[in-house]
């Protein structure tokens, strides 16, 4: 594993693209991330030096474009794994789809998955991953951030702390390339946050309550609302109301 450490980057997700060569499982963190993309286009907050935001490189050679959902499980699952280790509380984190990591109902990391195709293949695959580990305070209007430090009262080690979740991405990465893209999709039906009846969600303006029947092969989700219709979704077509 090559690790690539930087002061101050604008997102290391684009930084890492222009590393045309570098192998799989390549790092590169930074300690003050200017411009760190989330889901929906939004902004990630991050003090400096307080927390861990890098991209990892990942080049699978057996899952196919139509799996690729199947790396953001596995990576997505790793970070669940490696924190709840970290933090002494296993089985207390969840993911909300398709890849948020959820200590109750605060947001504790998130991730950035940006594949690269070619042809019925995946060139190359890159994670970028925001993880909450030292801050205290967030300034920003994100309604529900949360840190390691926030639910433990104890501080971490980063350097430490991000050799142990690459290590762990790349063992959960590499077991879900040999599987073809099947190895996670037990295990990340189980650890779906809310996926023990029903919640509220909203599509298309319209609020409504239904619960998680089945996260496809593309990540497509299915919710049965209460009347029994189900509907599936793609990300950013149906959104938890919290």
Known sequence: MNIIRLDQIDSTNSFIKTLSNAESGTVVVCRNQTAGRGQRGNSWEAEPGKNLTFSILLRPQ????????????????????????????????SVKWPNDIYYGNLKLAGILIENVLSADNIERSIAGVGINVNQIKFLSDAPNPVSMAQ????????DTLLEDVCSTILSSFNAEDASVGVASEKEYAERLWRNDG???????????????VN???????????????????????VAFVL
Not at 204 to 211: H, L, M, N, V, Y
Request: aromatic fraction near 12%; proline fraction near 1%; hydrophobic fraction near 40%.
């Open 151 to 158: 639910i433990t009262n104890m501080s971490y080690d980063l």
């Open 215 to 237: 996260v496809a092969h593309n990540g497509m989700l299915t919710l049965e609302r209460r009347d029994g219709v189900r509907c599936e979704y793609a990300f950013k077509e």
């Open 62 to 93: 057996n899952i196919k474009a139509t799996m690729q959902f199947a790396i953001s499980r596995a990576v997505a699952l790793a970070i669940v794994d490696c924190l709840e280790h970290w933090m002494h509380r296993p089985g207390e984190l």
């Open 198 to 212: 029903y919640y509220t969600y909203e599509s298309e303006g319209e609020q409504f309550e239904a619960k998680i």
